[in-house]
């Protein structure tokens, strides 16, 4: 991660753990571990502003063979979403 937005990027992402491997806690799981997902959501905010479902869909597809819309709901993915798209960009 060498953006700054990445860090912020990461931060929700783990907050939404939408697989439930609370990163940095006592299971082992390393602090990290959505960040190739977060990269992927961070290069789409830098280079287009904003995530949308699909965008999100795809990059989770790609890790995952499954959408993020379908583990987590719509719902959900809306309000990760709102907080992507909401993060400042400096």
Do not use: K
Request: glycine residues 10%; hydrophobic residues 40%.
């Amino acid at each position: 991660m060498t953006h700054p937005l990445s860090a912020a990027v990461m931060a929700v992402l783990s907050d939404v753990d939408p697989y439930a491997l609370e990163p940095g806690g006592n299971d082992g799981c390393p602090v990290d571990e959505y960040e190739p997902e977060t990269s992927a959501f961070a290069g789409v905010l830098i280079r287009r502003g904003r995530v949308t479902v699909e965008d999100v869909d795809r990059i989770w597809q790609r890790w995952f063979s499954e959408t993020l819309t379908g583990l987590i709901g719509p719902v959900a993915v809306g309000d990760l979403l709102a907080r992507l798209n909401g993060l400042p960009r400096t």
